[in-house]
């Protein structure tokens, strides 16, 4: 990771200082780094020798920031891990313009590789991110979006990273197919539990402990799991708060959506569907080398499971 963020500093220099301003502003903001990481132990696990997988971990960090900056644009953000969102410090057009050169830089990167599988499974996951970006964008507000839609958005909008970056380590460790497909489902599944607890967590943390504004994910109208299942498991009174909420996009009724939330078990429902998928994840390590480097690929759906932030 040291290495890692040798290349992530190295490649952030540039003749225009409000770019690597505002690039420093977020990646120097305490980032997990889970989707590098994710990508270093793929490929260590399965023999990697080289050090490409320091550049595409770079990449993967790159991509990630840059859709970190649009989001928070796109959702009027005002705080992320525990400070001012880049568009809060900086304004929206430099926020926008600096995820754009994020992600022309990742892409001069990934050529500088040379390696054409690497660049078809990257170029074909940002368009896939992009889709699910515009697609939760068109579900705003939709109190009928259902278990099914929520998960097609949140595997095109957040897992997929994820699945790019452990195929993509595969793909530098020159694995079999079958350990290569192995890899993406780990990926898919992890970031999918991912996304599910950070939905959780939106209703059951702090403002402290998220690093965000608690209730942002209501204000947005979006319609998450914790929601979905508690206007599923509420009566029909409780279910109609959580919808007009929804709808609206009203934090009014904040402390009482959060009740019903946590009262109706909601909560343990999406908590389980985050431990199906960290099982499915474990699943796809079972043919996977047994190495340092494998154990730890195992220990982060667990460790997914219990965070708080």
Known sequence: MEAVDAVIASRLTTNVPLIGQVAHHIIAAGGKRLRPAMLLLVANALGYQGVQHHEMAAVMEFIHTATLLHDDVVDESTMRRGQPTANESFGNP????????????????????????V????????NIIAEGE??????????????EGYLRVIRSKTAKLFEAS???GAILAQ????LENAAAIYGQ????????IDDVLDYDGSAEEMGKNVGDDLREGKATLPLIAAMQR????????????????????????????????AMEVAREAAHNEAVRALE???????????EALRTLPQQLLVRRS
């Open 134 to 147: 515009v697609q939760q964008l068109i579900n705003m507000h939709d109190a009928s979006l259902d278990e």
């Open 284 to 294: 796809a390590l079972a043919h996977f080398p047994s190495n340092p480097f494998s």
């Open 119 to 126: 660049m078809e499974i990257v170029s074909a996951a940002t």
């Open 94 to 117: 430099a926020s926008v313009l600096v995820g754009d050169f994020l992600h022309s830089r990742a892409f001069e990167m990934m050529v500088a590789t040379g390696n054409i599988r």
């Open 234 to 265: 509420a009566d029909a009174q409780q279910a109609q708060v959580v919808r007009d909420a929804i709808e609206q996009g009203s934090t009014e009724q904040l402390a009482q959506v959060i009740e019903i939330v946590r009262a109706s078990g």
């Open 166 to 168: 452990t195929q993509v």
């Open 175 to 178: 694995a079999a197919p079958e």
């Open 189 to 196: 599944a992890l970031g999918t539990a991912f996304q599910i």
